[in-house]
């Protein structure tokens, strides 16, 4: 069983950065995508950036230039890089995974989340 434990988040000024991380126990393999979601007070959880299965980085409009999503493979860990932090960016953000364990048997992971609070 895989478990994500996310951490990084906290108080950030606009215009900050900040660094998450996600750190994954037990081996990945079969994946389909890993990445980080959010969600803001009051809106529903958003994709922010992930990788696809074969390497490709995937951005919405809003964060492309501002947020890096990169791995250590060797340390099992996805980060999310965040630039130029606007207090719109407050969320809960959460890493995601998406594999296949078992053959034909596909099934997401969330971690239990971190807060991330941009004061304006």
């Known amino acids: 069983q895989v478990q994500l434990v996310e951490s990084g988040g906290g108080l950030v000024q606009a215009g900050g950065s900040r660094r998450l991380s996600c750190a994954a126990s037990?081996?990945?393999?079969?994946?389909?995508?890993i990445g980080w979601y959010r969600q803001a007070p009051g809106k529903q959880r958003e994709l922010v950036a992930k990788?696809?299965?074969?390497?490709?980085?995937n951005y919405p409009d809003s964060v492309k230039g501002r947020f890096t999503i990169s791995r250590d493979n060797a340390k099992n860990t996805v980060y999310l890089q965040m630039n130029s932090l606007k207090p719109e960016h407050t969320a809960v953000y959460y890493c995601?995974?998406?594999?296949?364990?078992?053959?034909?048997?596909?099934?997401?992971?969330w971690g239990p989340g971190t807060q991330v609070t941009v004061s304006s």
């Open positions: 995601h995974l998406d594999w296949c364990p078992i053959i034909a048997q596909c099934t997401t992971v």
């Open positions: 037990g081996r990945i393999f079969s994946l389909n995508a």
């Open positions: 990788f696809t299965r074969g390497g490709e980085t």
